[in-house]
């Protein structure tokens, strides 16, 4: 702990190891931790904010708020950009998903911690949560991003067909379904808007052979409808 004060120690050192490693488990407590990122010799943005995201998986609930706020609150855009890292593992517990752990928890409270905050801009970064969340099958995420009114989608938005990317894992495709429910049943999403490959949600889900999902997007009258033999080709 008072090696933190000895001039010659250099708390940066590999990339901010010593915060990183105090991060992982907080075993040395919140104290300690607080004092690492005080230092003026750390950057706590280093590596990809790296710091926030240890905070924000820690398993106990008191650390995770304490650290991954106080943390949030010394990066600019620092709230949002944690919002955006808690979509990409905060799953619903399902069934089907065999491997929802303590981190999918973690993140999916931390997820909620962020966007109950006025200073959170859940379409920061282009919408980047939510794209976020359609692709990692954070149905919850997707919901609550969809009913926050300070939430404004370009029209442009490719959430759709990152929900549909996920084509070989079998344990999503029931939560894929609901995102893409959730998601048409948003007039600001465009079913037909085209990756930079020039393939549209339909496409995706044609590939991945999911029938519900194909059905689902033929009975959107947004749907070009010279794509309705896209059953025959199942």
Same mark, same amino acid.
């Given at each position: 702990? /008072?090696?933190?004060?000895?001039?010659?120690v250099d708390?940066?050192?590999?990339? !901010?190891?010593?915060? /990183?490693?105090?991060? *992982?488990?907080c075993?040395?407590? &919140?104290?300690? =931790?607080?004092?690492?990122?005080?230092?003026?010799?750390?950057?706590?943005?280093?590596? #990809?904010?790296t710091?926030?995201?240890?905070?924000?998986?820690l398993?106990n609930k008191d650390?995770?708020?304490?650290?991954?706020?106080?943390?949030a609150e010394?990066i +600019?855009?620092?709230?949002?950009?944690?919002?955006?890292?808690?979509? %990409?593992?905060a799953?619903?517990?399902y069934?089907?998903?065999?491997?929802?752990?303590?981190? !999918?928890?973690?993140?999916?409270?931390?997820?909620?911690?962020?966007? !109950? @905050?006025?200073k959170? !801009?859940? *379409?920061?970064?282009?919408?980047?949560?939510?794209?976020?969340?359609? +692709? %990692?099958?954070?149905?919850?995420? &997707?919901? $609550?991003?969809?009913k @926050?009114?300070r939430?404004? $989608?370009?029209?442009?938005?490719?959430?759709i067909?990152?929900?549909? +990317?996920?084509k070989?894992d @079998?344990?999503?495709?029931?939560?894929?379904?609901?995102?893409?429910?959730?998601l048409?049943?948003?007039?600001?999403?465009?079913?037909?808007?085209?990756?930079?490959?020039?393939?549209?949600a339909? #496409? /995706?889900a044609r590939?991945?052979? /999911?029938?519900?999902?194909?059905?689902?997007?033929?009975?959107?009258?947004r =749907?070009?409808?010279?794509?309705?033999?896209?059953?025959?080709?199942?």
């Amino acid at each position: 702990y /008072h090696l933190l004060d000895d001039p010659n120690v250099d708390p940066s050192a590999n990339n !901010n190891m010593i915060l /990183h490693h105090a991060l *992982s488990r907080c075993y040395m407590g &919140v104290d300690f =931790v607080k004092k690492i990122l005080k230092d003026t010799r750390i950057d706590i943005t280093a590596d #990809d904010n790296t710091a926030l995201s240890y905070a924000i998986y820690l398993p106990n609930k008191d650390d995770r708020i304490i650290l991954s706020t106080y943390i949030a609150e010394r990066i +600019q855009n620092g709230i949002s950009i944690g919002l955006t890292m808690a979509a %990409c593992s905060a799953y619903n517990d399902y069934d089907s998903l065999k491997t929802y752990t303590y981190s !999918n928890y973690a993140a999916s409270k931390m997820f909620k911690h962020f966007l !109950n @905050d006025p200073k959170c !801009n859940p *379409s920061f970064n282009d919408n980047e949560a939510l794209k976020n969340a359609s +692709q %990692c099958g954070s149905i919850e995420a &997707v919901e $609550l991003l969809l009913k @926050d009114p300070r939430l404004l $989608l370009e029209s442009n938005n490719e959430s759709i067909i990152l929900s549909l +990317q996920n084509k070989n894992d @079998d344990r999503l495709r029931p939560i894929l379904f609901d995102i893409t429910r959730l998601l048409l049943e948003d007039k600001r999403i465009d079913p037909t808007i085209r990756d930079k490959d020039g393939k549209s949600a339909l #496409d /995706h889900a044609r590939e991945a052979k /999911h029938e519900k999902i194909i059905e689902l997007l033929m009975a959107d009258p947004r =749907v070009n409808p010279l794509l309705n033999n896209a059953k025959a080709k199942l």
